[in-house]
């Protein structure tokens, strides 16, 4: 999802874990990256057992901001 300017914002990247290891993760980050390479922000949300697969595609922690959300089960 995009504002069509500056900020995209991807919620959820899935690979099956049967696929794990072969590449598909990186190379669905890499499409994204390449689909809003002229936005300011590229916003991810990501659980943090997969904090470093992100931070090995170019992703960072943002330290002013904090993901929050209200979980109607």
């Known amino acids: 999802m995009d ?3 500056l ?3 991807v919620e959820y990247l899935l ?6 290891k072969q590449m598909i993760g990186r ?6 990256k390449q689909k809003y390479q002229g936005y300011l922000r590229v916003i991810l949300l990501a659980y943090k ?3 470093t697969f992100y931070e090995n595609c170019g ?3 943002d330290e002013a901001s904090c ?3 209200i979980l109607n089960l």
Do not use: K, Q, W
Not at 15 to 20: I, R, S, T, W
Not at 27 to 32: A, G, I, K
């Open 27 to 32: 190379t669905l980050v890499d499409m994204v």
């Open 49 to 51: 057992t997969e904090r």
């Open 67 to 69: 993901p929050m959300l």
């Open 7 to 9: 900020n995209a914002y």
């Open 59 to 61: 992703f960072e922690e």
């Open 3 to 5: 504002d069509g300017i």
């Open 15 to 20: 690979v099956d874990p049967a696929y794990h």
